[in-house]
Structures are given as C-alpha cells and as structure tokens.
C-alpha cells in the first residue's frame, strides 16, 4: 500500500496498523517485555538481555519512541529508558474495542 492510499483510510485504522507494525518484530515485543521487568535499563544494558546488537536495538528503540511506547531520559552518555504506560494502555484499549466490535458483530456459519 502506498502512503498517498494510507492516508485515505481513517486515523483510527492508520494508529491501529502502526501499532501492529510495531509489535511485527520480536526484538520489538523482546524489548517492551524487558522494560516491563526491569522498569528502567540504559539503553547499552538492554543488548546484553537480547541476542541482537546494540546498533540494532538501537534501531528498535527508535521505532518505540517514535510510536510513543517509551521513554527516554539522558543520564550522561547513557539513556535510561522506560514505558509508557499510559499509552500501552491507551492502545489496549482502542484494541480491545477494536476486537470486541469486531467479534461482537460477526456471524458466520462457515
């Protein structure tokens, strides 16, 4: 899909799919499972709990923070990183309707 038929869909369809995309990636949903267990680590630690670099959680990190997930604070040359729960908990909510209207209003006997 290009992005000039992505911007035709609504900015509801368009958080969900980027929200997706998001958790598409294991060291992404590696990543988020690590802050949820340690609350906080510095971003040269987190590549020691995962078998990725750390150009490449790097990479990941980035994506996170851009979508909102996490935090960032600068301590020197290192940044501590956290989530952000209240946006986690703003998408499960905007998931969790999104499913429940989904399932609620389909029926099919296929």
């Known amino acids: 899909m290009t992005n000039n038929k992505f911007s035709e869909f609504s900015d509801a369809q ?4 980027s929200f997706a995309k998001i958790f598409s990636h294991p060291a992404r949903i590696a990543i988020i ?14 590549s020691d709990f995962l078998p990725i670099s750390r150009t490449t959680v790097s990479q990941h990190l980035k994506e996170l923070k851009q979508f909102g997930l996490i935090k960032g604070t600068i301590d020197g040359l290192k940044i501590h990183y956290c989530l952000d ?3 986690l908990a703003e998408m499960q909510t905007k998931y969790d309707s999104f499913f429940k209207k989904t399932i609620t209003s389909f ?3 296929c």
């Not at 499972?33 to 987190?46: A, F, H, R, V, Y």
Request: neutral net charge; hydrophobic residues 40%; contains cysteine.
């Open 33 to 46: 499972q690590l802050l949820s267990e340690k609350k906080e680590i510095k971003t040269g630690n987190i």
């Open 107 to 109: 029926f099919c006997e």
């Open 85 to 87: 729960m209240m946006k």
């Open 14 to 17: 368009q958080e969900l799919a």
